[in-house]
């Protein structure tokens, strides 16, 4: 299963010393009626057991019966958060702002279609008046009529709260909904969706959903949409821009390179068309805190998935000399990488380097500038393949997303700079090719990884009057193919 679509935050105040409860509730379609229902007599058995050792004091039956039902209550949330990934659901917002202004409410977790809270009775009311008074703040959705409300130690909501604040940027969803528009131009967006044929009754993927842009025309066009972002920022702008579409449109957290798990896990085995508008995003660019950017001062981050657990920060600092280097060859193909990595390694002797304005002069120590290229480009663009494994994802995408297609699916990708071209490029040749020839051999032979043709003999590229609109766009090309 994908990792879960959740918000989580804790207030400042530790508990006070009384009662607190752990309260789970769900929209009403989210856990399986039949599970539910299972649940409840196994749940009415456990108590009833608990209730009878509890009569005899029978400690270990009471403890393990309370263990059952520990378990049970776990399924059922994990059943109601997993249905998370809904574009549809819980609006948080609105939920978030019922929360936060109770003042027993100690912390929370929320995903599209259930919420965890953490509670304190600090006045008259009980558990019971608190769930309806969130309730009641989306009067519109069917909340499933029981909630699990189970008591829980300080101990334990200490702990909850800690751990919410350690995962800051599980935060991130919230700190994006609250953030300024997400401004993104879609690239080559007629190409690509006329090229992915969308229709009433397809079922696509886009597998870099960003603001949605290409997810709203292929939406449009009549199809359902899977879209898959790694940022959680992206996910919100794009549930935000495309509501309207209700089932219609999916959205899933996770990385590209698990498309085919993640659209298994959401039952679906095959599909029509798989789209990829690979990089960044301008918001990503733009947002100075996600440290992409050389041009503004911010920490130096650049992790597409806040939750990844290596930063740019974290490879600038600690990787080896020719780690390094390579890193910056490899991926940035910077002629000056060993001097660059070498004055690097000098610099953090004095302290270590956390801002994308201190790495950009380092390498322009190193490196003047020549025409119009700021000389941190290459090491920047390095630097975020590297802390993103944007390759070795795309490979994955490459292979997943051909064997998710059915006959007559298409797979478009748009790329940005020449190592993912290449990539795409010989990829797409290898699996067109019916026959492979070699010089040893007396005739060509079949190629056992044939398995589509193409439709972009050559890449499609923006046309001047979209490079004039978008100077963003005058890098990319989109390529092709059909499954067989
Ligand atoms: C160029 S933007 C896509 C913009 C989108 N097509 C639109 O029109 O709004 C690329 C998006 O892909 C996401 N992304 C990049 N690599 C990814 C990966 N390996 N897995 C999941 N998402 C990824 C980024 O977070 C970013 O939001």
């Known amino acids: 299963m994908s990792k879960q679509e959740t918000e989580c935050w804790a207030s400042s105040h530790p508990p006070g010393g009384r009662t607190c409860y ?14 539910l229902d299972a649940c409840r007599r196994t749940r009415a058995e456990i108590v009833k057991r608990m209730q009878q050792a509890g009569g005899r004091g029978a400690r270990g039956v009471l403890s393990e019966a309370q263990r059952e039902l520990q378990t049970l209550n776990r399924s059922i949330c994990r059943a109601a958060f997993a249905f998370s990934t809904r574009a549809q659901g819980v609006r948080v917002g609105e939920l978030r702002a019922a929360l936060r202004s109770d003042a027993g409410v100690l912390g929370y977790r929320l995903g599209g279609t259930a919420a965890e809270v953490w509670l304190e009775l600090v006045d008259e009311e009980g558990v019971g008046e608190h769930i309806a008074r969130w309730q009641h703040a989306l ?5 499933c009529a029981e909630s699990i409300v189970e008591q829980v130690s300080s101990q334990d909501v200490a702990d909850m709260q800690q751990e919410a604040h350690a995962a800051g940027a599980e935060c ?11 401004s993104h131009t879609t690239v080559l967006l007629e190409e690509t969706t006329a ?16 603001g949605g842009g290409h997810s709203e025309r292929l939406l449009q066009a009549g199809a359902s949409v899977w879209g898959i972002d790694q940022d959680p920022a992206a996910r919100a702008a794009a549930r935000r821009r495309l509501v309207g579409y209700g089932e219609q449109m999916h959205v ?19 599909v029509d068309g798989v789209l990829a508008d690979l990089g960044i995003s301008s918001p990503q660019v733009d947002t100075a805190e996600r440290g992409f950017s050389f041009m503004t001062e911010g920490p130096l981050d650049m992790r597409m998935d806040p939750m990844l657990p290596r930063s740019a920060a974290d490879i600038v600092n600690e990787a080896s000399e020719t780690e390094l280097a390579d890193i910056l060859w490899q991926y940035g193909e910077e002629r000056a990488s060993r001097a660059i990595a070498r004055r690097i390694v000098q610099q953090r002797g004095h302290g270590r380097i956390a801002t994308t304005t201190q790495l950009a002069s380092i390498i322009s120590s190193v490196l003047p500038r020549r025409g119009r290229q700021h000389p941190a480009t290459r090491s920047f663009q390095a630097l975020r393949i590297a802390v993103n494994d944007e390759l070795g994802a795309l490979d994955d995408l490459l292979s997943s997303g051909l064997s998710l297609l059915r006959s ?15 990539k795409v490029k010989q990829f797409f040749e290898r699996v067109t090719r019916p026959e492979i020839d070699r010089p040893e051999w007396p005739q060509p032979r079949p190629n056992p990884e044939y398995s589509a043709r193409s439709i972009t003999r050559k890449p499609t590229i923006p046309g001047a009057a979209e490079v004039t609109a978008n100077p963003r766009s005058r890098s990319a090309k989109l390529r092709v193919i059909e499954k067989l």
């Open 408 to 422: 007559g699916g298409r797979m478009a990708i748009i790329t940005f700079h020449s190592l993912e071209d290449r």
């Open 252 to 270: 899933l957290a996770g990385n590209f390179r698990h498309i085919k798990t993640l659209l298994h896990s959401n039952g679906v085995d095959a």
């Open 22 to 35: 752990r309260v789970v509730m769900w929209l009403a379609e989210s856990v399986d009626r039949q599970m």
């Open 139 to 143: 009067p519109d959705v069917s909340w």
């Open 172 to 182: 991130a969803e919230e700190t994006a909904e609250d953030a300024a528009e997400f």
């Open 195 to 210: 090229a992915l044929r969308a229709a009433k009754g397809k079922v696509m993927v886009d597998a870099t959903l960003g």
